[in-house]
């Protein structure tokens, strides 16, 4: 009967562990259902994932058709035929701002260099295609999408000599060898940046440093709600209103030591890319030109987190509420934001919903600044959005705050 | 009670209503009370009676619908920055930070207080010395017994050299000694400093020893207030228990009551509740020997203040 009680007791404080009953069931549910339609396409036998590039046709022969013909037969890569008055620069710029993830260009003279299948293709020839690369493109994605380029162009070729070989008297004088035949096709890739082109193309680090810095930066909830609430808890916060401290000042008291603690993270991370990841192996983080647009980019987040942070905290009555609810949003916003799983993979209405992810503003961001080699002025929209949402919190905070207390 | 504003009355309340929303009855239902300069004001009353929302109010912390309050004779809404100057608070939780030091938690709340950093040092000396935690100043907070947290906490409330400080029952939860020390504290404040201090406790026998005023409150009501031994005299005239030698028969039970009002406890043991008492001692003694019965004492007036505190608040539990 002891453990009867003990049992029922365990579940009538459950039952009113509102919060609690939340991280058990909401929790794992939101997870799983993000998760899964994050991740669906890429664990999709049909392969659903479609990554969008642009193609031009500079050649327009039947051989450049016949490509694009093909083209579309790639599974995963879908191809948008750029104007026809578009240049090479218009391309660029589109992918530079990763709104496509590549350009392919059929240069003139594609369908004369198909044919020449006795000469050995070399890095001195004209390159067969030309291919433009978003910097935020991984590269296991680079590579499989020029694999599957440079099989359909063997594809072409052998398609070519079987039909020389069955036209009597002819080819034979030309006929190539099969190394030459099965040798890489002379596709020339490169990364298009925004602002100047760096040193280095870019690497895993690049794109890891940003996105678990901003995980991190949102992470400042769990020490600022924990102080918070013991002082709330305590009547310290209470002693500290009736001493003339301004409801301004108590709030600005929190925000500059954590804006602090965030840029500290940040010099940190940064520090951990350059230096840290190298002696382990690994490529050294560039930091990209701007550093008044990373400094704006980072000062956002850092506002945005520490608002978010605070509404939390006013909202939570303990801080096991307040570490519990701003765990689980984080996450969240991770998976949503594009943190865990890349946008791309993600199905469209997926990307879009990225969009709502606080956290997915300021990976741009970051990404703009390390990745695309952005100018300060064009991480504007995204630090624009983060203090949008960071005096939306405070606001609400400000609210919920002068309610209780 | 004869007092002109500004004159000797530090706060003066007159009229003060306070209602939550939502809620039926006014937790301060027009309440008037004046609290002396100088005094060591207890303020008693069960839980829920409104002790913590008049202080809230008394120290801005909520805002009252009706009413009026001064200090010194000056509106407390308009003159909010000036009387929080002046006023120093100890509240009943543990208001400090555990995980810094006894010296951190003072340096951090004289700053607070905005106190010229030229200043500061003398004035944590000053609080140091007045809680006697000199010896622990390096000390983690957390790490403090329970007497000494609570010393702390009376620290920080004078750092700010108040000239009004409100005590929210300041020795809860504390061994005697600890408890002991915090009065003597307070009342040598008080009688060195001429600091005004309101002090709310459930320990009658505390608030006895300590105040020298007091206001009842139940109910968002003041039920009586005034000098502490006044109403102490004042309890003694209304109340009498006298004992017989002798078992009493009913029909002499019947005449006590009759005539005197007096119900019997157990038969030899009478209370009575008068309005005159020298009346009722010229004629009971009499009435008595007529009876054939002596009278083995009598004891009138109340022994303590928990008495007079639970006569007022009808000694029921409050939720």
């Given amino acids: 009967m002891r453990l009867y009680a003990l049992i029922w007791k365990e579940l009538l404080v459950l039952r009113k562990d509102l919060h609690g009953l939340l991280v058990l069931f909401i929790m794992p549910a939101l997870f799983i259902l993000i998760m899964s339609l994050a991740m669906r396409d890429s664990f999709s036998e049909r392969q659903q994932v479609e990554v969008e590039y642009l193609l031009l046709d500079a050649d327009r022969s039947e051989a450049s058709a016949e490509l694009l013909e093909k083209l579309s037969g790639i599974a995963g890569f879908v191809y948008r035929p750029s104007e026809p008055e578009q240049d090479i620069a218009s391309l660029e710029s589109q992918v530079a701002a990763d709104r496509y993830k590549f350009a392919l260009v059929i240069p003139p003279g594609f369908a004369d260099q198909l044919e020449a299948l006795g000469q050995d293709a070399d890095e001195v020839s004209p390159p067969m295609l030309e291919l433009m690369v978003a910097p935020t493109v991984t590269p296991q994605l680079q590579m499989l999408f020029r694999l599957a380029l440079e099989d359909l162009i063997k594809g072409m070729r052998v398609a070519l000599l079987s039909q020389g070989m069955s036209q009597p008297g002819e080819g034979q004088a030309s006929m190539p060898s099969l190394a030459t035949l099965m040798a890489g096709v002379h596709l020339e890739s490169r990364y298009v940046y925004q602002g100047k082109t760096p040193e280095k193309a870019p690497t895993s680090v690049q794109q890891s440093v940003p996105a678990w810095l901003v995980f991190a930066m949102f992470f400042v909830v769990i020490p600022l709600s924990t102080a918070f609430i013991i002082e709330r808890q305590q009547g310290s916060l209470l002693r500290l209103r009736i001493m003339n401290i301004s409801s301004f000042s108590l709030v600005l008291g929190k925000i500059l030591p954590y804006y602090a603690i965030n840029q500290v993270q940040m010099v940190l991370m940064v520090l951990v890319g350059i230096y840290l990841v190298p002696k382990f192996g690994g490529d050294s983080l560039q930091l990209g030109d701007s550093l008044g647009g990373l400094f704006i980019i980072s000062s956002a987040c850092s506002l945005a987190a520490i608002s978010f942070a605070l509404l939390i905290t006013t909202f939570a009555n303990t801080h096991t509420q307040a570490t519990t609810m701003g765990g689980v949003s984080n996450i969240i916003f991770g998976a949503l934001g594009g943190v865990m799983v890349p946008k791309f993979v993600m199905p469209p209405f997926m990307r879009e919903m990225a969009d709502i992810s606080p956290m997915s503003w300021g990976l741009e961001g970051f990404l703009d600044i390390f990745l695309r080699n952005a100018a300060w002025h064009e991480v504007l929209p995204e630090a624009g959005a983060l203090l949008i949402f960071a005096v939306f919190c405070l606001a609400l905070a400000t609210v919920s705050f002068s309610r209780h207390y | ?319």
Avoid at chain 2, 103 to 116: S, T
Avoid at chain 2, 192 to 199: A, D, K, R
Avoid at chain 2, 276 to 301: T, V, W
């Fill in chain 2, 1 to 319: 009670m004869g007092h002109r504003l500004g004159e000797g009355i530090v706060i003066h309340i007159n009229n003060l209503t306070k209602c939550y929303p939502r809620q039926q009855v006014p937790a301060l239902d027009d309440i008037s009370l004046h609290i002396p300069e100088g005094s060591v004001f207890g303020l008693l009353g069960p839980n829920g009676a409104g002790k913590t929302t008049l202080i809230s109010i008394l120290v801005g912390l909520q805002k009252k619908n009706r009413g009026e309050i001064r200090f010194n004779g000056k509106p407390l809404e308009q003159n909010l920055t000036e009387v929080r100057a002046i006023t120093g608070f100890v509240p009943q939780d543990l208001a400090f930070y555990p995980m810094l030091s006894v010296a951190e938690n003072l340096d951090f709340y004289v700053a607070a207080f905005g106190v010229p950093k030229a200043e500061r040092p003398l004035r944590v000396a000053t609080a140091l010395a007045a809680a006697k935690l000199e010896q622990h100043y390096r000390k983690a907070a957390h790490a403090l017994s329970g007497g000494l947290k609570r010393r702390l906490n009376l620290a920080i409330g004078l750092l700010n050299n108040p000239r009004v400080l409100f005590l929210d029952e300041p020795t809860v939860g504390i061994d005697p000694q600890s408890r002991n020390f915090i009065l003597d504290t307070i009342a040598e404040l008080n009688h060195n400093t001429g600091m005004t201090l309101i002090y709310t406790s459930h320990y009658m026998e505390e608030v006895q020893q300590i105040c020298n005023h007091i206001a009842i409150i139940d109910g968002g009501k003041i039920l009586v207030s005034g000098k502490l031994q006044e109403l102490l005299d004042m309890a003694e005239r209304t109340r009498l228990e006298f004992r017989l030698q002798q078992q009493a028969d009913t029909q002499v039970i019947a005449l006590l009551q009759e005539r005197y009002q007096a119900r019997s406890l157990d038969g030899r043991l009478f209370e009575v509740a008068t309005t005159d008492i020298a009346e009722l001692l010229r004629g009971l003694p009499k009435f008595l020997q007529a009876q054939g019965l002596g009278l083995d004492g009598i004891r009138y007036g109340f022994q303590s203040l928990e008495e007079l505190y639970m006569t007022h608040t009808m000694c029921a539990p409050r939720e």
